[in-house]
């Protein structure tokens, strides 16, 4: 039994598309990680903090409070950083999923191009920001392909 898994696993190391998922996992979640360092960067240059904490650099007291805001601009990166939240974690499950389901090199390829530079797109039309419908339209190309995905996936397995 435990050669079996082994030679499951060397399958799955040897699987290109597998290999493919792989990295452009890693690129759109190192992507959605920059966002995390470009809220602070935005918190530290517009000294809009959440948390009483964080202002401890700036004053004591009455005078920290005055950084405890919101800003327009830490907000929309928050909005972005949110939206790469609820759109590339269901890419990861789903994405494994549609790579282990067998589909065509090239075909596993365009999907995960088209997911991970349509969010990359999203990010810049987001934080730029560029004119509508370019934000939208980044989204929708994301979406779709990881609904197309899974498609793919309950076709070849539907086990429903």
Same mark, same amino acid.
């Given at each position: 039994r435990s050669g079996e898994?082994?030679?499951?696993?060397?399958? %799955?190391?040897?699987?290109? @598309?597998?290999?493919?998922y792989a990295t452009y996992t890693t690129i759109v979640l190192l992507k959605m990680m920059l966002m995390s360092l470009i809220t602070a960067y935005f918190r530290i240059t517009r000294k809009a903090f959440a948390n009483p904490e964080d &202002?401890?650099?700036?004053?004591?007291?009455?005078?920290?409070?005055?950084y405890l805001r919101t800003d327009a601009d830490v907000e929309r990166v928050r909005r972005g950083h949110l939206n790469d939240l609820e759109n590339i974690v269901p890419f990861l499950g789903i994405g494994l999923l549609y790579a282990l389901s067998g589909p065509e090199l090239s075909t596993a390829?365009? =999907?995960?191009?088209?997911?991970?530079?349509?969010?990359?797109? =999203?990010t810049f039309?987001?934080?730029? +920001?560029? +004119?509508? +419908?370019s934000r939208g339209l980044s989204w929708a190309a994301?979406? @779709? @392909? &990881?609904?197309?995905?899974?498609?793919? @996936? %309950?076709?070849?397995? %539907?086990?429903?």
């Amino acid at each position: 039994r435990s050669g079996e898994m082994a030679t499951k696993l060397t399958q %799955l190391i040897d699987n290109e @598309v597998f290999w493919a998922y792989a990295t452009y996992t890693t690129i759109v979640l190192l992507k959605m990680m920059l966002m995390s360092l470009i809220t602070a960067y935005f918190r530290i240059t517009r000294k809009a903090f959440a948390n009483p904490e964080d &202002t401890a650099s700036f004053g004591k007291g009455e005078s920290a409070k005055k950084y405890l805001r919101t800003d327009a601009d830490v907000e929309r990166v928050r909005r972005g950083h949110l939206n790469d939240l609820e759109n590339i974690v269901p890419f990861l499950g789903i994405g494994l999923l549609y790579a282990l389901s067998g589909p065509e090199l090239s075909t596993a390829l365009l =999907h995960f191009r088209i997911f991970a530079g349509a969010r990359i797109l =999203h990010t810049f039309a987001y934080l730029i +920001p560029l +004119p509508q +419908p370019s934000r939208g339209l980044s989204w929708a190309a994301g979406y @779709v @392909v &990881t609904i197309l995905m899974a498609y793919k @996936v %309950l076709k070849t397995t %539907l086990y429903l």
